[in-house]
Structures are given as C-alpha cells and as structure tokens.
C-alpha cells in the first residue's frame, strides 16, 4: 500500500520540527516485538553515484544519528515521526525536503553528499529508482508469459544454497559439463536501470530468472534470452536470493517467489504475474533488515534478521544498542508468524552516557546467511554475528543450532567471544558509546554447510573471517570435529587487521569429498570434509599486485568450483588439483538487452548460479570502494 500524501506531508513537517529541535534528549529503545516462545535468548556495505548502496549506508546513518536521532522519537518532540516512520519515504522525497522543503534550512548545514547518503539510508534504496525501475519502461519486453512449470521439476538453482543444505552444488543434470566451462561465453547481458550495484543472486526456475536489486525491483526473465515478464517494486533494497515454491489460498496463483527486503520487510509475490501475495513486517525497530536470504522449506519461510546499527552507533546521541539478530518462521501461505528466535536476550538499560543518552545491554548476533535445513534432525542451522555492546552473550559469533518446528535452541558453538563491534569506535573517535574493547568484527556471515560423509557421519561446516574452517557435530550438540587454518598469519600479527579479516566471509560449496573457499586474502582452498586436511590452494593472478579479494561465495558443480573477485574477475578452477579451466573479467561495459547502459565491476558478495546449461552472475557489488556496477550476465558455452 502507498503511503497518502497528506501523511508524508505530515512526516516531512515533523522531520523540520526534529532537526529544529537539535538539543532534545533522547528517548528510550525502540519498541521490539517480543518472541512468541521462550527462552528469549532464542530466537555485511556504499554512497550514491561514487560507489553503491552499503556504503551509503554506512555513511548515511551516520548522518542521521549525529543530526536526526536527538529529537526523533524522543517524548520532548511528539511531532516528529519516528525514524521507522521516516524509513516508509522515498528516497526523492526525504533528499527534496532537505535541498527545497521545509527541511532545507536544516538541509543546508548538510552536505549535498551527506544529503543524498542520507536519502539513501532511511528510504532503503538509492535516488531515482522508483520512476526507473519499472520494467513497462523497458524495451525488452517477452512476447507472452506461458503458465510457470513445477519448479522441482528440470533445471534449477532455486534461493541461496540450491537446497536446504547449502551446499552450492549443482549437479550434472544442470546440462552444463566440466568439459563446456572452456567456452563460455556471454549471452545476454541485462542492465539494471539506475543500479548503483549489482548485489543480488540471481534465482533460476522453470527457465525464468528470479533477482532482486538495491533499487527497489524484482524482476523476473527470460532465462534464455532475458526478456522481462515483469518486475516488482518493493519497499526498500533486495540483496537476498529469490526461493520459488508453492502457495495456495491465492486464487489461481500456484507459485510465489519469497524473499526480503533492507527495510526487514518479508513477501511473496506471484512468480507468475509479480502480483503482491502479502507483506510481513519483521519488526519495527529501524535499523533492522533482512540481508540473508529466506529459506522456505514444508510450507514454512525461515527468515533471518540483521540490522545496520554497528555501522555507527558510536554516536553519543545514540542510545546503543537495541537490535537484535533472529529467525521467524512465517506461514507461506498468510506471512502470519508461527514463532520467533532471538539470538541474544531483550536488550536492558545499562548506564547513559556522557551526553545523558541511555546505553543498553545484550544486542547484536544479526543473522546476515541463509539458515540451513537438516530435514532428518528437525533442525536450522545458522551463522551469527558480534555483539555491539558489553557485555557480550555466547551466542554471538557462533554456529547455532534451533528446532525448525517450534524454534527452540538446541545447541551453539561460539567462534569468538567478547567481540563486542561498533564501527567509529576506534582510534582518536572514540566515544564511551563504545564497547570497553571494541571487537575484532568475527562475524560468521556465511551459511553452514550441512554434509553427509560416506560413513554415514554428518558434519556442519562454517568459514571465519580470520581463516578457519570448522566443521562441528550436529549429533553431539556442535562439538568440534576438527578446524583447519586456511589463510597463513605471519608471526605477531595474529590480532592484526590481516589476521582478522582476511579469510573466508559470503560462503563455500561442497561436493561428496571437499569444502571449497574463497578467501578475502585472495585465491581459492579445497579442504577434506571428514578430516579437515588441505587439499589444495589456487592463488589467482594480481596484475601490478593489486589487493583482490575472492571472498565472493563459490559455486560448483560436477568436476568444477566457480569464484568471484573483487576485480569483476570470474574465475573457474578444476575440483581435482585446483588449476584453472576458465577465466572471465566482468568489469566493462556491456550492450544489453534492456538497453540500458551497464557496465560490470566488483563481485564481493554473491557467487554464480547454474541452470539449463547457463550460468548467471550479477556484476557490480563492492562492499566498500568505488568498483561498482549494474549488470546481470548470462553464459552459455553454446
């Protein structure tokens, strides 16, 4: 539903009478809701223009707690909406207020950069997506829209892991062998209009392409030619996978397509038309969103929740730390919540700070991956992220382990503990928002790895930011089985930056005998899933010895792992010994079939998918620099 204008001319009244009011102390957390099942201690990003979405999330709340958050929510100034309310704006809307609003003359002490990074934060989504977006504008149109095919039948990479083990694995079916990865080449190239980057994963099912942007759109392809059959516009960014399954109760409708948004917002639309199913919204709490992708599994959507408050709550306006990582189980046919799993408990007041702005305890452990299925434990199994405020819950950097079917903790296993992060809160900036120590940032942002070896042992496997890989029991509550250190640490530097962040961040993929890693550091490993043992590791050229980074999520399939960088290289390795079979540099432009200008550039995140004999990767998402991009890429070897 769109918002009226008299309400968003209310908003806008309100956001003048906030700024205005710049001195105003500030008001309590956020309302949260609370978990429908106990224990409560159930249950990674750039500027417009220059660079892409995170960054501008980072940036742009920044911006909002240092100049918005004294007065917004605050008791003292019940005119001013709330910063959840704000968030419904668009993006046009909040940037017009502060450059020729009512707002301008707050506005005006504002850059015109920290304006639009503003913009881009609250809205969820950069400058001018809405009008451009829309795939009627489009010149590509497909000529008819046949009735969409059973998507467990033939050739799919359908959601993140392509199945709920999350095992990025395709198998040989997928028409696409170890001897055609050699002739790959490019075959259709689609833009994203207004794209800032190009970070979602793109979906195959039933020959039809399933992706999310950061402005705002869903779009749904052709998977062999990509024309569009529609496109969807959502109430924030998409950066997670697309999942198509059956629904019913929605008329002629048979299949959705599920996933989320940065403004923690869950749907399901028709996978047919893009018609709107429902809208659940996760929670109220602004800084929340959605990051990992949903899993859908036995008429349940799993959905994992994240928040951007690390990025910068060292602001001493800022009452730190209020959110909180989760996975909420919804009815795929209503969106109606079935239970809720915290990863820590409900933050509590703790102290103020020297400004007099309340601090809380017990925040933190965002769930940034895609929760595993192990169908014959009833379980999930999920990365969590640090802690952002003291003291810090064991929960938080770990593995943990919850009953699929009421939500209960069954069992974590903590990777680091006391890693209590908050961005600004290091060197000359510190502030006492901040943690005592402020953490090393181990997040486990990748998706455990669910494997059956061949004596009938399963193990879950995880990658760490500083170079591990672990792989734990699920049969005797996530004990260690063994843990191998991948990325080499040169003597006394074992807490430095290198140390920390150097290895392993969106995900592996793993067949019947190995594990495979892209590293931050660079290159590709192969590990033994029963022992841990390297089996070997595949440095990639860097010209002039540039920093590339491979900590995209690899891909595979029979006899071939795929693994991105954060050049726009593509790279193809053989699973046997790890030497290249194939290579592709994606950052250049590209003639589309949209006709819209696109050009690719860094893959940081995401890894390729593989389906009816093609392969498809999105081209343009950096994280952090200026290597963006707005391209959808299609190979064929054909």
């Known amino acids: 539903m769109k918002r009226s204008a008299r309400s968003v001319a209310l908003a806008t009244v309100g956001i003048a009478a906030c700024l205005a009011w710049a001195s105003a102390p500030r008001a309590q957390a956020p309302a949260q809701r609370q978990a429908s099942q106990a224990p409560q201690t159930q249950a990674p990003a750039q500027p417009p223009a220059a660079a892409n979405l995170s960054q501008g999330t980072e940036t742009g709340i920044a911006t909002f707690l240092q100049h918005c958050m004294n007065c917004h929510g605050s008791p003292n100034v019940p005119q001013a909406p709330s910063p959840d309310a704000i968030r419904q704006m668009s993006a046009e809307r909040i940037y017009e207020a502060l450059t020729t609003g009512v707002m301008k003359p707050q506005g005006d002490s504002l850059t015109d950069s920290q304006k639009k990074m503003l913009a881009t934060f609250l809205s969820g989504r950069p400058l001018g997506a809405v009008q451009e977006g829309d795939a009627k504008s489009m010149l590509n149109h497909c000529a008819t829209n046949p009735p969409l095919a059973d998507p467990s039948a033939g050739s799919a990479w359908n959601g993140w892991g392509n199945g709920p083990a999350n095992t990025r694995f395709q198998t040989a079916a997928a028409g696409l062998s170890a001897s055609d990865v050699p002739n790959l080449k490019v075959k259709w190239a689609f833009g994203y209009p207004d794209g800032l980057s190009a970070f979602g994963p793109p979906s195959i099912v039933s020959g039809r392409v399933f992706v999310g942007t950061d402005i705002g759109y869903i779009y749904s392809l052709n998977a062999d030619t990509g024309c569009v059959y529609w496109s969807y516009q959502t109430k924030g960014s998409v950066r997670t996978a697309i999942t198509i399954a059956p629904v019913t109760s929605h008329g002629a409708t048979k299949y959705a397509a599920y996933f989320g948004d940065a403004h923690a917002n869950a749907y399901a639309i028709d996978a047919q038309t893009g018609a709107e199913l429902w809208v659940t919204r996760i929670t109220n709490n602004f800084i929340e969103r959605i990051t990992g992708a949903p899993t859908v599994y036995d008429g349940r959507v799993y959905v994992p929740l994240s928040n951007s408050e690390e990025f910068s709550a060292s602001s001493l306006d800022y009452p730190c ?318």
């Open 321 to 638: 730390c209020t959110s909180r990582g989760a996975i909420v189980a919804l009815d795929v046919n209503t969106g109606k919540v079935i239970w809720e799993t915290y990863v820590v408990p409900p933050p509590k007041p703790s102290r103020k700070n020297s400004k007099g702005v309340q601090q809380y305890t017990s925040s933190g452990g965002s769930v940034w991956n895609a929760p595993t299925v192990d169908v014959k434990r009833r379980a999930l199994y999920f990365g969590t992220g640090d802690g952002q405020s003291d003291p810090v819950p064991d929960t938080t950097d770990s593995v943990m382990a919850i009953n699929m079917d009421t939500g209960a903790i069954l069992w974590h296993y903590q990777v680091t503990a006391n890693d209590a992060f908050v961005g600004g809160c290091s060197g000359p900036e510190r502030t006492d928002n901040c943690p005592s120590v402020n953490g090393p940032d181990q997040d486990v942002g990748n998706s455990p790895i669910l494997k059956t070896l061949p004596d009938g042992k399963s193990v879950v496997v995880i990658g760490t930011k500083n170079g591990r890989v672990i792989a734990v029991d699920p049969d005797n509550k996530g004990a260690v089985l063994w843990t191998t250190q991948v990325v080499a640490v040169p003597a006394g530097q074992e807490n430095s930056f290198f140390a920390q962040l150097n290895g392993i961040v969106w995900g592996g993929a793993a067949d019947d005998e190995n594990v495979y890693y892209g590293l931050q550091s660079g290159g590709i490993v192969a590990l033994k899933l029963a022992t841990g043992e390297k089996v070997w590791y595949t440095p990639f050229p860097k010209p002039g010895n540039a920093r590339v980074s491979n900590s995209a999520a690899a891909t595979m399939m029979p006899g071939v792992v795929f693994v991105a960088g954060s050049d726009g290289s593509l790279h193809a390795v053989a699973t046997s010994d790890g030497h290249i079979l194939w290579e592709y540099d994606t950052a250049h432009p590209f003639d589309t079939v949209n006709k819209v200008p696109a050009h690719g550039g860094a893959i940081n995140s995401i890894g390729p998918t593989i389906a009816n004999g093609m392969l498809f990767i999105g081209s343009g998402y950096a994280v952090v620099g200026s290597n963006s991009g707005n391209v959808l890429l299609a190979f064929s070897a054909r």
